[in-house]
T-cell receptor
């Protein structure tokens, strides 16, 4: 079993839909990161969480340390949100989930 | 402020050769960590350097090595290249070392290595 499990692997949405991506982990962590990767490879850090909830624009990230679970929500999705979203947990190294490929259609 | 700079962006090598990749972190960042991304294995941690010391290493053979200089710039080297080393190599920089606290990571654009 992978130390970081992410779901779903693929997600298709219509513009305006509410989207949720889930991440579960089985190791002790100091923080959890949500990353975005567009075609071409560049990775952008969206959130770093050690507890609670963070919001940035239409993006919301939550973490439940006791349940070892985090969610990334996108409200009012837009085609420019199309990308791969990656959950990574931080211990003395980063351990990555397999990523969620999101496509948002107009 | 300038971001994380990786060079070269693209390179092609043949089996048996060696390659050196460079990563210049954000000014003031003392941690540089390296990652390999392949379609089959996804993103995997290679190693982290903090204040010129390797703090941790992932599950990769000894052909993969690195170092960090006093200005925090880091290089990674892969010797005796194999076809399976073809990948996107990414580095990230941060103020604190991994696991050392609330760490915002900034990634470089990556170096895409093709081994023929």
């Amino acid at each position: 079993k992978n130390e970081v499990e992410q779901s779903p692997q693929n997600l298709t949405a219509q513009e305006g839909e509410f989207i949720t991506i889930n991440c579960s982990y089985s190791v002790g962590i100091s923080a959890l990161h949500w990353l975005q990767q567009h075609p071409g490879g560049g990775i952008v850090s969206l959130f770093m969480l050690s507890s609670g909830k963070k919001k940035h624009g239409r993006l919301i990230a939550t973490i439940n340390i006791q349940e070892k679970h985090s969610s990334l929500h996108i409200t009012a999705s837009h085609p420019r949100d199309s990308a791969v979203y990656i959950c990574a947990v931080e211990a003395d190294k980063l351990i990555f989930g397999t990523g969620t490929r999101l496509q948002v259609f107009p | 402020k300038a971001g994380v700079t990786q060079t070269p962006r693209y390179l092609i090598k043949t089996r048996g050769q060696q390659v050196t990749l460079s990563c210049s972190p954000i000014s003031g960042h003392r941690s540089v960590s390296w990652y390999q991304q392949t379609p089959g294995q996804g993103l995997q941690f290679l190693f982290e350097y903090f204040s010129e010391t390797q703090r941790n290493k992932g599950n990769f053979p000894g052909r993969f090595s690195g170092r960090q200089f006093s200005n925090s710039r880091s290089e990674m080297n892969v010797s005796t290249l194999e076809l399976g080393d073809s990948a996107l190599y990414l580095c990230a920089s941060s103020l604190a070392y991994l696991g050392g606290g609330a760490n915002v990571l900034t990634f470089g654009a990556g170096s895409r290595l093709t081994v023929l």
